[in-house]
């Protein structure tokens, strides 16, 4: 048998590769990006009607005075378009007895409303300031607005007249979710006024939670209260709906027989329980979407995560040239918008996920800056009764941001894809 009594490297020689290694860590982790992320403070309380409201503020935000304000709604358990059309409808001229919009109203007191409507959420959202002679007055038109809601008839019949509807999308959301509400829409030229006011009430029962932004001191905090109580009145906390149930196997449709002119997807996910698979989705996404317009050398493409419970999706829309058509028009019939995981460079080269782990990095510090960002990660990402809490996002985001590896995102993506619900739809006119 071999033997070798000497050692395999002299003690001079493995002193200086003992050297070398610790170097060449040190050099390594000097040269990679590292974030040092801001956490919140969170307090917490309800509305006189029983709304659990979320504050979050930062040292770093004294001295401003912008709030970001929403209030979050579980109202999709029936009547989809019906929704989104009330929602779209409610920032026109909604305010009794007045025939100006609501951000007419706001925009003087330094204030702006929007509405945002998707199958698993709807949201209500103002940016405001909270210098106490704007915010009282904000507040008050806030309540007008939501509780004395007036929807107009000629408001109504132009919206009609202007609407297109999204049919690829609705097409989609139809594949995705087969057993639900969304198989049985209505159309929007039969809905009513009365309708509108009818299911606005609706919706105000569902009320998930209120998230509130920015900094407040002793002469704002009572006042934003008691406007909260005001406005809410006529609101009840609702439970989010179950009843979503993702398609079992995947599937793809046509519309029109012309030249394919977008694609259409949509996948489910399951329920993010923390920080990893947050960042797995945004590193996912944003490289699944660069690869989908370089293998249709498209400009135009988005990509939207839900990450909302009860059921998270993603879906996307890539526009296709015609460019690209007429230079290969027989393959363009079978093309797919569909990427494996394991097929991205992300997933398979570790230089491709250190690039994007950057950019996401280099990203973050002016995010969590903002009040926006948190507004939307306490409505969007992290809420009540979710697996991932919002005080667990804000504590553990920054080292998790720091510590995120390649073997970790390859298998937080095989835990969170589920591949049987994909879907597309074929544009083709």
């Given at each position: ?177 087969p057993n639900s509400a969304l198989a049985t829409p209505s ?103 660069q690869a989908q317009k370089k293998r249709f050398n498209s ?9 909302e419970s009860p059921q998270a999706f993603v879906n996307w ?113």
């Amino acid at each position: 048998m071999f033997k070798r009594d000497k050692p395999l490297f002299s003690r001079p020689v493995l002193a200086v590769i003992i050297v070398v290694t610790t170097l060449a860590v040190w050099l390594l982790n000097l040269t990679s990006t590292r974030v040092n992320l801001a956490t919140p403070n969170i307090e917490t309380w309800q509305t006189a009607s029983g709304i659990p409201v979320y504050w979050l503020t930062q040292d770093d935000w004294e001295g401003s005075d912008k709030l970001s304000l929403a209030i979050v709604f579980n109202s999709n358990a029936q009547s989809p378009q019906l929704t989104a059309a009330t929602l779209s409808l409610l920032t026109g001229p909604t305010l009794p007895l007045s025939t100006a919009t609501i951000n007419q109203r706001l925009t003087p007191i330094a204030a702006a409303a929007e509405t945002r409507y998707s199958v698993s959420q709807q949201q209500i959202s103002v940016s405001l300031s909270n210098r106490p002679q704007f915010l009282t007055a904000t507040l008050n038109v806030l309540s007008a607005w939501l509780n004395k809601t007036q929807f107009k008839e000629a408001a109504l019949q132009s919206w009609q007249r202007h609407q297109r509807n999204d049919i690829g999308q609705q097409q989609l959301m139809l594949q995705l979710f087969p057993n639900s509400a969304l198989a049985t829409p209505s159309s929007v030229q039969q809905i009513t006024v009365k309708q509108l006011a009818q299911h606005f009430g609706f919706i105000k029962q569902q009320v998930s939670h209120i998230v509130i932004t920015g900094a407040l001191n002793d002469n704002t905090i009572e006042p934003l209260q008691q406007g909260l109580n005001a406005l809410t009145q006529s609101m009840q906390q609702g439970s989010a709906n179950s009843d979503r149930q993702l398609a079992t196997a995947a599937s793809s449709s046509e519309i029109g027989d012309q030249s394919l002119s977008a694609v259409y997807g949509a996948l489910g996910i399951a329920p993010i329980t923390s920080v990893t698979d947050w960042l797995t989705l945004q590193v996912w996404a944003k490289d699944s979407l660069q690869a989908q317009k370089k293998r249709f050398n498209s400009q135009t493409g988005q990509w939207q995560l839900h990450l909302e419970s009860p059921q998270a999706f993603v879906n996307w829309q890539i526009e296709t040239p015609q460019s690209v058509l007429l230079a290969d028009p027989a393959s363009s019939q079978s093309h797919t918008s569909w990427i494996a995981p394991d097929q991205l460079p992300s997933y398979q080269e570790q230089a491709a996920f250190n690039a994007l782990k950057d950019q996401l990095l280099q990203q973050l510090p002016a995010l969590s800056q903002n009040p926006d960002w948190w507004r939307a990660i306490a409505t969007s990402v992290a809420m009540p009764k979710s697996p991932l809490s919002l005080n667990d996002f804000a504590q553990h985001y920054s080292e998790a941001a720091n510590s995120f590896t390649i073997e970790q995102y390859r298998q937080h993506l095989e835990q969170l894809l589920i591949p049987s619900s994909r879907q597309e739809v074929l544009i083709k006119l």
